[in-house]
């Protein structure tokens, strides 16, 4: 049996004045797979995955997310849907822990809301619980369990890369944008292990 689709892009194009950085790019995306976008610097690899997230709005064509239009979603909204990236550049909580930006994260599908939180409600402390002990999961998976408390900004450059993928994995993607994961990670290390499906630019 067949994967389904769960992302397509129809004749895509993002116009930013009269410059076309991307120019009815079509592709798609099945469950279970990993795909990759390969090109030159400035060929249109990292605005594939801004306009899928919504950082920008295309100019046209379609963007389908399990065959729903993600046209007009917010950036959170499509992160609730089920899509997370990380960045080229290295984009954390510098002054958190590495646990506390993970958890972040999994706090995008909780639903106590801001009263339950500060009035610790039972489902807050239910889901405060929860959200903490996949967040030390998420760590472990990654490999980097052993740096859970210690601060994002003092952690080795590579730890930095991990514990951005950490805490994408942490909103429960099915789709997995990984915008340069390797950079500055040695290769005889593994980082991208078994996810639901993963794009990496």
């Keep these: 049996m067949t994967n389904p689709v769960i992302l397509e892009l129809k004749d895509l194009t993002m116009q930013f004045g009269g410059v076309k950085a991307l120019n009815q790019v079509s592709l798609s995306v099945k469950k279970g797979e990993i795909l990759a976008l390969i090109g030159p610097n400035g ?5 594939v995955f801004n306009v899928v997230t919504g950082v920008y709005k295309p100019t046209s064509g379609e963007i389908l997310f399990n065959g729903s239009s993600l046209k ?12 997370a990236r990380t960045f080229q550049n290295v984009r954390l909580f510098g002054d958190m822990t590495a646990l506390e930006n993970v958890l972040t994260a999994t706090d995008v599908h909780n639903k ?17 619980s929860a959200s903490r002990k996949k967040a030390q999961e998420i760590l472990e998976f990654i490999g980097i369990a052993n740096r859970s408390d210690q601060l994002a900004r003092n952690l080795p450059y590579g730890d930095q890369r991990r514990l ?31 996810f639901p499906s993963v794009a990496i630019q």
């Design 43 to 47: 060929a249109g690899k990292t605005t």
């Design 72 to 83: 007009g979603k917010s950036r959170h909204r499509i992160t609730k849907s089920g899509i």
């Design 112 to 128: 106590s809301g801001l009263m339950g939180a500060m009035f610790t409600s039972p489902r807050s402390r239910r889901e405060e």
């Design 164 to 194: 951005e993928i950490a805490r994408a994995m942490g909103t429960n993607p099915q789709l997995l944008l990984l915008d340069e994961p390797s950079m500055g990670l040695s290769p005889n290390k593994q980082t991208v292990r078994t």
